[in-house]
């Protein structure tokens, strides 16, 4: 079943003990160098009766697990034996003065081309919990992708009940076909891209799928025991309820962040996202088996999006009475899923996540902010080329933006040319700090929606301490976007509908114990207030997590600049560092 995708424990134990000490004076801190190596090659995979060859690591689909505990150092040599530019993101690391590691495409490097390797190095500093790995250039994400689970140090407790077991469970989406063939046409066409044929649950789409039944992932668990449940949403454009028949559980953590507990039986989660909880067996055999369910919470107006229901099964281990016969004769229950574009729940629920903000995981919200950001983030147009016919609204080209500039991704990577003071053709530093048009930006959209390009950063001295208002406008329609930073965690202060008020909201702020966290889904027709220290010197793209709408140009990069101590400076490149 699903499991037979992922690593064993046994493996995981062996990689363990093989992996070398390096040397820290005081064993107190000493983390350990762990090496993993990613071969990226083609693999025929078979979903829905559909086979197909794809991008994969080390021939695995879903990807190899990556297991590490804070403080440790890992060395992720990739090597790339397939055709397409190939460039991984370890999505929530932190990357403390080591951007070189941290994967996008012409952003922090030039992508590995067919036949080299790049060796990602990097330590993980002050972090704990679920991460994921996955592909950063074109829609290579949507087959290369896995968990990244970083345990705490040795004998450091989780602040909650030791779990019997954990589970990794990565949602994804399946396409029959080619992703990549599948957004070169809609950026030829100016149209929205085709949807996927199913989600996946570890790779499996399960049995409310045609043809689909035999390639179902099965959580077996016994009566009385507590399991930690690791969500992790790969999916490239969808956000995704979750429920388990019959069972609810507790939440406590997101982003890898712990969070006060609280008890759900359905949890959101959006693309970049991930979210630990608790699930507690029933105390005794229930004579059932149960749905666990994902589906999409779609907000946009604008195209088409996979409707449809991802199932795995929660089976509990028989008392010796029952056979396996008896387990298939036993009712299958199934959860009540919110509608598909329930936002009060999508408010309630994000309104509940609060960190935990204890002596020992405090949360440093900054009280004071240096520099403050509106930033419009939403869809709009471009025209259409002369002599040609595009399929976006009224004949135009779909593009996405946030200020109303949309992203250019440049043919060099910004954080080489920056490192080596050859920013002129690469990059502009005037990003500009609010929209240069003000409008009624949730209500009725104004009547020119084309927007503007290029390749431009805000520059952040370093240790700025920086509060950033996000907008989501109505222009093709209010949707939820799911914002994602790389480099830094932020503290979610504040959120709301309709336009951000700069004299009333932030009266309504959390400084005391706000979510912290690496992605924000900015609410449809809504707002939401980010606080982060820029205490890391380097280029980070910051970009809606929907594959589509970051591909139409929804993105922009914070350039954070050295300080004045050696700790605060960017590291050199790698002398492997890929060229263009």
């Known amino acids: 079943m699903g499991a037979s995708v992922l690593p064993s424990m046994a493996l995981i134990g062996a990689l363990f003990s093989l992996l070398t000490f390096c040397f820290v004076p005081r064993p107190a801190l ?5 090496n993993y190596e990613f071969n990226i090659k083609l693999q025929n995979v078979t979903r829905l009766c559909h086979t197909k060859s794809m991008v994969t690591v080390n021939g695995q689909f879903p990807g190899p697990r990556i297991v590490a505990r804070e403080g440790d150092r890992l060395q992720i040599k990739v090597t790339n034996h397939v055709s397409n530019n190939i460039s991984i993101h370890w999505h929530g690391i932190r990357q403390l003065r080591s951007g070189w590691a941290d994967g996008p495409a012409y952003v922090t490097q030039c992508p590995i081309q ?8 990097y330590t993980i500093v002050g972090q704990r919990g679920t991460l994921f790995w996955h592909a950063h250039i074109s829609w290579l994400r949507s087959t290369l992708y896995g968990p990244l689970i970083i345990l705490p140090k040795i004998n450091v407790p989780y602040p909650f009940i030791k779990p019997h077991k954990e589970v990794p469970i990565i949602f994804g989406e399946w396409f029959n076909a080619d992703t990549e063939a599948i957004i070169n046409q809609a950026l030829q066409t100016g149209g929205g891209p085709n949807v996927s044929d199913a989600y996946t649950i570890n790779g499996l789409p399960g049995p409310l799928y045609n043809c689909s039944a035999k390639d179902t992932f099965k959580l077996k668990v016994k009566p009385g025991k507590t399991y930690l449940l690791r969500f992790i949403n790969a999916a490239l454009n969808d956000e995704l309820f979750f429920s388990i028949a019959n069972h609810s559980f507790t939440v406590v953590e997101a982003d890898a962040i712990y969070v006060k507990p609280f008890e759900t039986d359905t949890i959101l989660i959006t693309p970049g996202q991930t979210t630990n909880v608790l699930l507690k067996t029933k105390p005794e055999f229930p004579n059932a088996t149960f749905l666990m369910m994902a589906r999409p919470y779609a907000t946009g107006a604008q ?9 795995a099964i929660l089976e509990y281990e028989s008392p010796i009475s029952h056979s396996t016969v008896s387990i298939k004769k036993l009712p299958l229950l199934k959860p009540t899923l919110p509608p598909l574009n329930d936002t009060s729940f999508a408010t309630k629920f994000s309104k509940k996540l609060r960190s935990l903000a204890s002596a020992q995981f405090p949360a440093n919200v900054p009280q004071t902010v240096d520099k403050k950001f509106l930033f419009t983030v939403g869809l709009g147009t471009s025209p259409c080329e002369k002599n040609n016919t595009c399929q976006g609204p009224n004949g135009t080209r779909f593009s996405a933006s946030i200020n109303n500039i949309s992203f250019v991704q440049p043919t060099t990577a910004i954080l080489q040319s920056h490192f080596f003071g050859q920013s002129n ?6 990003f500009p700090i609010s929209p240069l048009n003000w409008f009624n930006y949730t209500g009725t959209p104004p009547n020119n929606t084309f927007v503007s390009n290029g390749t431009k950063l805000v520059v952040l001295p370093y240790n700025t301490s920086v509060e950033l208002v996000m907008q989501d406008t109505s222009i093709l329609g209010a949707e939820s976007h799911p914002l994602h930073l790389h480099g830094f965690n932020f503290f979610i202060v504040g959120q709301g509908f309709g336009n951000y008020d700069a004299s009333t909201d932030p009266t309504k702020f959390n400084l005391v114990d706000p979510i912290e966290r690496n992605t924000v889904g900015v609410p449809s027709g809504g707002w939401v207030a980010i606080r982060f220290l820029a205490d890391n010197p380097g280029v980070w793209l910051m ?3 929907l594959e589509v709408h970051t591909s139409w140009g929804l993105k922009m990069a914070w350039l954070v600049l050295d300080g004045k101590l050696p700790n605060q400076k960017l590291l050199p490149p790698p002398s492997d560092l890929p060229k263009c």
Do not use: P
Not at 30 to 34: E, N
Not at 114 to 121: A, I, R
């Open 30 to 34: 000493a983390g350990i160098t762990r």
């Open 114 to 121: 067919t036949g080299q390797s790049y060796v990602y190095n």
């Open 303 to 311: 195209g088409t999006f996979d409707n449809s229901t991802v199932a």
């Open 425 to 430: 053709q690469v990059y502009s530093s005037d």
């Open 543 to 545: 970009h809606c997590h």
